[in-house]
């Protein structure tokens, strides 16, 4: 899919018109350092494996004297908003961002991102074809990879053994959602929630769960001719469960729950499933932030009319082409997306700090095929199923498993889950939320069907 510039700018307007406001504190990149040395700008997001990274940065000043790294952490919502405000408007804020395979594909056709592709090729140790096939071709343009994953992830069902076993509940090797529905209600009670789902407003957050349930149940955003399709009664079915689901069998004040808080209720026993990312591993294995390590189960994305409903996601490195130190922001972004990067977080923090999902590499190394052997090969099938060009049960005219992968994604989506978050909330009906949601379609679509 090619999009027109001017697509482009209508899409981003919102955004770019905001842009004085969240570049706000963010100026410095590229800039010298007191010893006549370079510093890089590093934009990403402020998960624990990117955490870790900060940590350990001090190896790759070390391996790289005269040049110093200054990071900025941000949420996920922030992080894709600001992000997307400097590289689009070629502010050079940044030297290195930290994007998605929805941004990658997108952002390098318009000439934002430089091509890494002969960065990797002239270095045979770095060895690009250890990634993941699916993540490369995920990142890639016109055959050319513009960003490099520093973790990779799918999506599937994370249980607690033991209170499963306590309550003499079983779910079956491939389950569907009413049956992970059935289950969920047997196990909550005073104590435990059922399941923990996401219902945080963001095209990242609720929406990333939902639409792979969308996708199960035969839904779709639009038929081939852009027509909106959140009022269909395959998307209604699909909704409904989820927020029934959440709101009789889920977790508290699940209307302002995201990844991270899902995360911390399942590892402290406090619910009893949760179906989310594959890279919750590292939270979910590691003694140091989990109650229930080496006690969790792992089953594929539920299935309805349609199977193999991971997503897929990856959380990457780009260098805007808008920055000045290009060669320098290739050299960080080799650092932390290397084998020998993942190795030295296996031996300095420990392999449950391993960032997954992004090399096959990684499943071999000794430390962490022993603490992956419970998740590695559901982990890597759903990444290899995973296909975002064929996301749905009818075709589309878009790609993308759990995202749209068109520019005005980010604004539509965001105000989707919105509406979905407030059904969630209890604060309107499913149908209103559709209804609402609906509307905000039918003015996409209709653009893109103008260009028929």
Request: proline content about 6%; aromatic content about 10%.
């Amino acid at each position: 899919m090619t999009f027109s510039r001017h697509r482009v700018r209508w899409a981003l307007g919102a955004m770019i018109a905001t842009v004085a406001l969240v570049l706000t504190g963010c100026s410095g990149a590229g800039s010298l350092t007191g010893g006549g040395g370079r510093e890089i700008t590093v934009a990403m997001v402020s998960n624990s494996q990117m955490q870790d990274a900060v940590k350990l940065s001090t190896q790759f000043e070390e391996q790289n004297p005269g040049v110093t790294v200054r990071f900025v952490t941000l949420s996920e919502n922030e992080a894709r908003a600001k992000i997307t405000a400097s590289v689009a408007t070629g502010g050079g804020e940044f030297d290195v961002v930290m994007i998605s395979n929805y941004e990658t594909p997108m952002w390098g056709e318009y000439g934002w991102l430089v091509n890494l592709t002969p960065y990797m090729d002239a270095d045979p140790d770095y060895d690009a074809d250890d990634f993941i096939p699916t993540l490369k071709t995920a990142l890639s343009h016109d055959g050319s990879m513009y960003s490099a994953p520093f973790y990779g992830e799918s999506s599937f069902l994370m249980y607690n053994k033991k209170l499963f076993a306590e309550a003499g509940v079983s779910l079956p090797p491939r389950p569907t959602w009413p049956q992970v529905a059935e289950a969920a209600a047997k196990l909550d009670n005073e104590r435990t929630a059922g399941i923990c789902l996401r219902g945080k407003p963001g095209w990242g957050e609720v929406l990333a769960p939902l639409n792979t349930v969308i996708n199960a149940f035969g839904g779709r955003w639009y038929d081939e001719d852009w027509n909106a399709q959140l009022d269909s009664p395959e998307v209604a079915a699909a909704v409904k469960f989820y927020v029934d689901t959440v709101r009789n069998h889920g977790e508290a004040g699940a209307a302002s729950s995201g990844f991270q808080e899902c995360g911390n209720l399942l590892s402290q026993g406090q619910v009893a499933m949760w179906y989310d990312a594959t890279s919750a591993v590292s939270v979910l294995e590691s003694p140091d932030t989990s109650s229930i390590a080496g006690d969790v189960g792992y089953l594929p994305a539920p299935s309805m009319a349609k199977g193999d409903n991971g997503w897929l996601y990856t959380w990457s490195l780009g260098i805007p082409t808008s920055s000045t130190h290009q060669d320098e922001a290739w050299k960080f972004i080799r650092w932390m997306t290397s084998k020998s990067y993942i190795e030295y977080v296996s031996e300095t923090l420990g392999p449950s700090h391993v960032p997954p999902g992004s090399r096959l590499s990684t499943y071999e190394l000794p430390a962490y095929k022993e603490l992956a052997a419970p998740f590695a090969e559901q982990t890597l099938s759903a990444m290899r199923a995973a296909n975002q060009l064929k996301p749905t049960l009818e075709p589309v005219p878009y790609t993308g498993v759990q995202f749209l992968a068109i520019p005005e994604f980010q604004d539509l989506g965001t105000r989707v889950s919105q509406q979905i978050s407030a059904a969630i909330a209890g604060q309107i009906s499913v149908d209103d939320a559709l209804a609402q949601a609906q509307e905000y379609a039918q003015v996409v679509g209709k653009s893109y069907q103008r260009e028929q």
